[in-house]
């Protein structure tokens, strides 16, 4: 079974599952699963016992391990250059509504300039120009409640 | 209370509030025989307060100022449900004198601070000067009424760096710190717009920045019959943002003089508005053991159950009982009451832990710590979403022990039972509190989270979860596992929603 990339944070490690036994990076241990309630199993590496529960969304995966919480995601293959490495569009970093915008379509900005202002629950966050450029798009209004990972405007 | 006549408590409340202190009202009203009325959004329909209240009304569609914010629709909606009194928790119109004002008019019991007290509170400009007057100590700013031109003076003369503050603000907003002379004009500016947006008056003061202060505030009651008291102090020195995250009670900064002396100058405070029903006075302690008001909090505090751990009282009741006529009892104001063991609360908020961003999703999974000593007071439950339209705190862990040793011990053990799946949380920020050395010694102020992100910066960044966490994942990623690590796909704990988590959501997948 080919392994899986999975990342958590600053952190990555490649997974392979067997039936019995597991690969974390070239570290090979037996591995057991029992259930123990509704939500938590035992999971045996190697002799060792752990307790774990887990939920999927997606590709990203929350896990609960002797006590404490972990967010993973699959690694998916990088976008194309052109998308990733121009780094010319403006994601919300979190869900929120669109306070200020303060480019049109057009204007000029240099990096570090403000685009756009989003207010979550009682903080304000400026999302700056990461270089200097011509706004392309501004793909949202003030007023507008946006989701993380929301594409809000482009710069070319 | 016993020896007075029967009180004529309220036989239908409001609770004008949503998550957890919505339910915290309503379990103690219904102890007390009194039917409760909880009221929702549209969005909230499904929400975890409806399934702890007798009857709920709707307040319609849009968001917060329409709704939980709108007095006009709240008093229609207590109308329209014959209830006799409103709570209105903390946060949204807690603090809003013309609600109050709006709920009396009605005919109700407003179970709240009276509204003239909540004004002379509410302009923080004004509660200054009118603490002066009373003696109470406060932290040197400027005065009101000051031109930009006074405020650079000013500045100068309470010296950098200063904090710019909204008089009309809570909760950090548009409050900012500046090092420079240079940078303040901007910063009243950006203040002001602050201030202006969130609160609708632009008036800002500046305030000296006291440097390894700790923020230590006093739980009051003033009764309709002008009796004063105070039911001891909590510790609030850990918080990120200017917001606090874990409290303690008894503070380990305090012995019994200094208590004795916050806790007179708070009653003195309380005394100086004519105030009624509970409230909290914030003092900053410096590290010379000095304390200055900071403000006063007309409601009730998210923090409060620490109190009630240690005084073994329910601070809802009290506030109910002191609304109907009650005075304070006899016991809390002549040393009778004393304060017991150690309690610890830590709130768990939808945030990133990084930036501590709030984040919205949806709970998939929820296993509450239980045990000795341990109470939970959680606004949701299995399969409620979260929302970035409301305050992100989900839950508040309360721990009670013999001293503080046991109660951290049983804090980070109750922590790691915690089962939170689906959100984002601060959990793992919790559990670095509580392990963190100035944590532990009791000597921290209210640099203590910036403390603990500056040393995490420092490790390597291979670390990472552990290997069982690992392949945990990928069972969860791979195929032929099932969507959550229950085995039993409608073992599902939702107490409020009445909505099985695994009957919608395209993006999940529940496996057999």
């Given at each position: 079974m080919s392994g899986i990339r999975i990342e958590s944070g600053r952190a990555s490690r490649t997974v392979r599952l067997e039936s019995a036994a597991a690969d974390v990076d070239g570290r090979r241990a037996s591995i057991a699963v029992r259930e123990l309630d509704a939500w938590t199993r035992e999971l045996e590496v190697g002799g060792v016992r752990h307790r774990v529960a887990w939920a999927r969304e997606g590709d990203r995966v929350f896990v609960w391990c002797d006590g404490e919480i972990f967010v993973f995601s699959r690694t998916r293959p990088t976008r194309s250059a052109a998308g990733a490495d121009r780094g010319g569009d403006l994601r919300a970093p979190m869900p929120g509504r669109v306070r200020r915008a303060a480019v049109a379509a057009g204007d000029r900005v240099a990096r570090g300039d403000v685009i756009l202002v989003l207010e979550a629950m009682k903080m304000e966050h400026a999302i700056r120009a990461p270089r200097d450029g011509v706004i392309r798009a501004v793909h949202v209004r003030e007023g507008d409640l946006v989701d993380a990972g929301m594409e809000l405007a482009e710069i070319e | 209370m016993s020896t007075q006549p029967p009180l004529r408590l309220p036989k239908r409340l409001l609770i004008a509030n949503r998550g957890e202190i919505a339910i915290r009202v309503a379990r103690t009203a219904r102890e007390m025989g009194i039917a409760t009325i909880g009221v929702y959004s549209e969005s909230d329909a499904g929400a975890a307060h409806l399934a702890h209240v007798d009857d709920a009304e709707p307040l319609g569609n849009g968001g917060p100022s329409e709704t939980y914010l709108s007095s006009d629709r709240l008093i229609a909606a207590a109308r329209a449900a014959r209830a006799d009194a409103v709570h209105p928790g903390?946060?949204?119109?807690?603090?809003?004198a013309a609600f109050a004002r709006a709920v009396e008019g009605a005919g109700l019991l407003w179970i709240g601070a009276p509204p003239g007290a909540i004004e002379a509170m509410g302009g923080k400009l004004a509660a200054r000067a009118l603490m002066e007057e009373a003696g109470v100590p406060v932290v040197p700013g400027s005065p009101r009424g000051a031109s930009d031109r006074e405020l650079v003076e000013e500045a100068r003369r309470i010296g950098f760096p200063v904090l710019v503050k909204a008089?009309?603000?809570?909760?950090?907003?548009?409050m900012s710190r500046v090092e420079r002379p240079e940078d303040l004009p901007a910063a009243l500016d950006e203040g002001r717009r602050l201030a202006q947006a969130a609160f609708s008056d632009g008036t800002v003061y500046l305030e000296r920045l006291l440097e390894g202060a700790r923020h230590v505030e006093i739980q009051v009651f003033g009764d309709r019959l002008g009796g004063a008291a105070h039911l001891f102090e909590r510790e609030c020195?850990?918080?990120?943002r200017h917001q606090k995250i874990v409290e303690e009670s008894p503070s380990p900064a305090l012995d019994a003089a200094l208590r004795d002396a916050m806790g007179t100058a708070a009653v003195a405070a309380a005394r100086a508005v004519g105030y009624v029903g509970a409230g909290t006075v914030e003092f900053l302690l410096d590290a010379s053991r000095r304390f200055y008001f900071l403000e006063m909090n007309t409601r009730l505090q998210v923090e409060h159950p620490i109190t009630e751990a240690t005084t073994g009282l329910d601070l809802v009741r009290a506030q109910i009982e002191i609304a109907s006529g009650a005075p304070i009892p006899r016991a809390w104001t002549d040393g009778t009451l004393s304060q017991r063991g150690h309690a610890v609360e830590l709130r768990l908020y939808a945030?990133?832990?990084?930036?501590f961003l709030p984040r919205s999703g949806r709970v998939h999974v929820w296993r509450e710590p239980a045990g000795p000593g341990v109470r939970v007071d959680a606004g949701?439950?299995?399969?409620t979403s979260v929302g970035v339209e409301y305050d992100p705190l989900l839950a508040k862990l309360v721990v009670h022990a013999a001293d503080r040793g046991a109660a951290i011990a049983r804090a980070r053990r109750a922590l790691s039972e915690w089962i939170v799946l689906g959100v984002e949380t601060n959990a793992a920020l919790l559990a670095e509190v509580l392990e963190a050395p100035e944590f532990v010694s009791g000597a921290y102020s209210t640099d203590l989270v910036e403390r603990i992100r500056s040393r995490a910066k420092?490790?390597?960044?291979?670390?990472?979860?552990p290997d069982a966490a690992w392949i945990a994942a990928a069972l969860a990623l791979s195929s032929a596992a099932s969507a959550t690590s229950s085995a039993r796909s409608g073992a599902s704990t939702v107490s409020g929603a009445g909505a099985d988590p695994w009957d919608d959501h395209s993006a999940w997948r529940a496996g057999a």
């Open positions: - | 903390y946060g949204f119109l807690s603090e809003n008089s009309a603000g809570g909760g950090g907003k548009g020195s850990v918080q990120r945030e990133d832990p990084v930036e949701v439950a299995a399969g420092e490790p390597d960044s291979e670390s990472g979860p």
